[in-house]
């Protein structure tokens, strides 16, 4: 029995040390942008030494206990937004959202990015449609990253995304315009009802972003439709088959927080927080709602986060493709159910599709076009009623092209494999003298369709291969470059 115990000890031990090895953590990304200027991304205030840090655009990443790179597992994802006057490392300081301790056993990636004082909008700025533009950068730039960089769940069940303040309306928002990506969202004390006449106006905007309201949103009268197009008490028929958790306090101060004016901006949030699940409630939809007491600080926002993912769960099951929705939206690019859509000019009015099995409507103005999952293509001009066209795929003579290692190391050369296969008539085969073009560089495949190169990276991001071939469409994939860990 000594002898046993000893044996247990022993490898209980060793589990140990391997599980320390291997727990949970927190990494800093710092990404580019066509969308925003990383040079004029402030980072809130929250940085505790005091000193000035340079102006990016960075990512803290919450990794799981046990994540091993390595390993081909995959893990659902939490995308966690930050409020006016935070940062992307807000959610992470033991102060604040002291994250390694709320999310402690945590089953997935948490993505925290950083997102100014933008509110997650393509500024309106006098019709110019950005500049910033918070949208295109984190969900056509940063999400496609992390899904190249990081091992994630493909169902739509495994993807979240939850925010505080600023943060809930980005949740909710960003939510309503990929509802095929995210399948659950959940709103702290969220700004959720934007067109609150009270709110609207602009000291009172001014005293909660700091920002003024004309430039993110345009005029509250004449730019109704850009307001609309960003609220999401106004999106919930987008959020139909997401699942919602909303929590709010009173203003009256929870046990251990301190009086002050958080008190007065949980009064304005728990109304805009009550409409919202009205509206949503009204159109038929489930809410999770949870007012309670508290108010504007970090003690009630860690107690709501740690309820969601603790009592509510944000990976359950959710419908994965719906054959009936509708969306809204103002944007000239983006995606609704696997339907990517871009519209000749930026819209002036909120668009409006609903599908019904194979009938897709629209109602608005201007000429879209649409690409179907399978490759199928149709322009149309507002308003519209047709069938959505399919057998678009697999293409007759199309590429598929596999790379390994999917990610590399700054610096560090290593040998990049291409693997390119051609798809006919749903058969798969090699195909010999296909170009790859990365990086720089071209190969050619032998006979067993593959091809490789000797690479050394200097940069971290992302980096993408490309395969043609004459009387073929083409292939590409994406090559995630890291910077070396420390130490």
């Known amino acids: 029995m000594r002898c046993l115990g000893a044996t247990v000890a022993a490898v209980l031990a ?14 800093t990304w710092e990404t580019t942008s066509r969308h925003v200027d990383a040079a004029r991304a402030t980072s809130g205030y929250s940085n505790p030494s005091g000193t000035p840090r340079p102006n990016a655009l960075r990512v803290n990443v919450f990794l799981p206990d046990g994540y091993d790179a390595r390993s081909t597992r995959r893990y659902p994802v939490l995308y966690l937004l930050h409020g006016v006057g935070d940062a992307y490392d807000s959610w992470s ?3 604040q959202g002291d994250l390694l301790e709320v999310a402690r056993g945590f089953p997935g990636f948490i993505v925290m990015p950083e997102a100014d004082r933008g509110f997650y909008t393509n500024w309106w700025n006098g019709g110019r449609y950005g500049d910033p533009a918070w949208e295109r950068y984190h969900l056509d730039e ?3 990253l992390v899904e190249a960089r990081l091992p994630i769940l493909r169902a739509r069940r495994w993807h979240a995304i939850y925010g505080f303040s600023m943060g809930g309306m980005g949740a909710l928002f960003y939510a309503s315009q990929r509802p095929g990506y995210f399948g659950a969202a ?12 009270t709110f ?12 003024d309201p004309r430039a993110i949103f345009g005029d509250p009268a004449a730019q109704e439709f850009y307001w609309a197009g960003h609220n999401p008490s106004r999106l919930v028929e987008n959020l139909r088959h997401t699942r919602l958790y909303v929590a709010v306090g009173d203003g009256v101060p929870a046990p251990g927080e301190p009086s002050g004016t958080g008190q007065a901006a949980e009064v304005e949030l728990r ?8 509206a949503a409630r009204g159109a038929g939809l489930t809410v999770d709602y949870r007012p309670q007491q508290g108010s504007h600080e970090w003690i009630s926002r860690r107690k709501h986060l740690r309820d969601a ?4 769960g944000l990976f359950e099951p959710v419908s994965q493709a719906p054959t009936s929705w509708s969306y809204r939206t103002v944007a000239q690019e983006g995606e609704m159910w696997g339907l990517r859509f871009a519209f000749d000019r930026p819209p002036d009015v909120v668009q409006v599709f609903t599908r019904t099995g194979d009938v897709l409507r629209a109602a608005g103005s201007g000429t879209v076009s649409v690409r179907t999952p399978d490759g199928c293509r149709f322009t149309a001009t507002l308003p519209f009623e047709l069938r959505v066209p399919s057998g678009c795929a697999p293409p007759a003579r199309a590429l598929r092209l596999r790379v390994k290692p999917r990610r590399v190391i700054a610096g560090r050369r290593t040998v990049i494999r291409f693997r390119v296969l051609g798809v006919t008539g749903g058969r798969r085969h090699p195909i010999r003298g296909a170009l790859v073009r990365f990086a720089g560089r071209r190969v050619r495949t032998d006979g067993r369709g593959r091809a490789s190169m000797s690479r050394a990276l200097p940069r971290r991001g992302v980096f993408r291969a ?11 994939a994406r090559i995630a470059v890291a910077t070396p860990r420390r130490g």
């Open 14 to 27: 060793a589990f140990t040390l391997t599980a320390s090895a291997q727990a949970a953590r927190i990494v």
């Open 93 to 95: 300081l033991p102060r």
């Open 142 to 144: 940063l999400i496609p």
């Open 186 to 197: 959940g709103s702290s004390q969220g700004l959720i009802q934007l067109q609150r006449p």
């Open 200 to 211: 609207q106006s602009e000291p009172v905007f001014r005293a909660f972003i700091e920002q």
């Open 271 to 278: 109304m805009q927080t009550d409409e919202f699940v009205a």
């Open 309 to 312: 993912w603790r009592e509510w």
């Open 466 to 476: 490309r395969a043609t071939k004459p009387g073929w469409r083409p292939a590409a």
